[in-house]
């Protein structure tokens, strides 16, 4: 008796390529996801003294807040460090993975901003390397060889100054710091900063992993200024502004600004750096004193 005809099948072997965008999408996922273990729940930037000082209160005044970061402040910054971080690993160039990073770090305007992308960084690279080993990386976390920064951050002048001296208050719906600006240690914000230069800058961590995992540059901006900004909404959910449908609202209210601002920092002239948020930074500012708060920042 004849053999029986083999059934014909269309499912075939996945392509290289394809296991490559796979095995990419899944980092990017991985390392975007709250249960990565970098602490960003623990920051609010500056949100919650915004929240202190009546600025922001409900879903319109904190997706405000979230967008001027993202489109003006942090965001801003962090998409072009990323963008030079990621450019320098894709070329196998540690000199300019550093320099980058070094922007990212001095270009914080406080001292509570520096910590918190200091300590996302060291953390995010040091699980990245351990999880995910990548020879170029390494080397360059050992020759970084990062100390946590701002150690004692209450300690000192800065936790000294006398209660008005740094505040934040209501004007217009605009936080502002009060007169005293030149109260005793206002300068150790700065020296802090200064002090920080060994520490990893989460924006140039996340960039140079991202080219060494073969994610997109496009999809690694994307990702991480949605993350940033999902971040800022829990931070809001937690400070009981909004409740949880109004969290996702915020987020797709955002949709259009984030890939915006995403394809704005890919093709942005390195000159044109620097960021103009002053209420969140005078927040910020205002929150190092804060007597009672629930977030590091």
Not at 67 to 80: K, L, N, P, Q, V
Request: with cysteine.
């Amino acid at each position: 008796m004849p053999e029986p005809a083999r059934r014909m099948t269309n499912r075939t072997e996945p392509r290289a390529e394809s296991k490559d965008r796979s095995a990419a999408l899944y980092r990017l996922l991985a390392w975007l996801s709250p249960s990565f273990p970098t602490g960003a729940f623990s920051y609010s930037h500056g949100l919650e003294a915004g929240a202190e000082a009546g600025a922001v209160y409900d879903r319109t005044t904190l997706q405000g807040w979230i967008a001027a970061i993202i489109e003006h402040g942090s965001g801003r910054i962090d998409t072009d460090i990323l963008r030079d971080a990621y450019r320098a690993a894709e070329a196998g160039d540690p000199a300019a993975l550093t320099a980058a990073n070094r922007r990212g770090i001095a270009f914080r305007a406080t001292s509570e901003l520096a910590l918190e992308s200091a300590q996302q960084g060291e953390a995010f690279l040091g699980t990245c390397v351990t999880a995910w080993p990548d020879p170029f990386l390494a080397q360059w976390a050992d020759q970084k060889n990062p100390s946590p920064p701002f150690r004692g951050e209450r300690e000192g002048p800065v936790a000294q100054r006398r209660e008005g001296e740094v505040g934040i208050g209501k004007r217009s719906g605009i936080p502002h710091l009060t007169p005293a600006l030149s109260a005793p240690g206002g300068g150790e914000g700065a020296r802090e900063l200064a002090a920080s230069s060994s520490g990893i800058c989460h924006s140039a961590a996340f960039g140079a992993a991202a080219a060494r995992a073969g994610i997109a540059l496009d999809d690694a901006l994307l990702g991480y200024l949605h993350a940033f900004a999902s971040n800022l909404m829990s931070a809001g959910l937690r400070l009981g502004l909004i409740g949880q449908t109004d969290g996702q609202r915020i987020l797709a209210g955002l949709e259009p600004l984030i890939a915006s601002a995403a394809a704005a920092g890919k093709r942005r002239d390195p000159a044109d750096f620097g960021s103009a948020t002053f209420a969140v930074d005078l927040a910020s500012m205002a929150h190092e004193t804060q007597y009672s708060r629930l977030f590091r920042s």
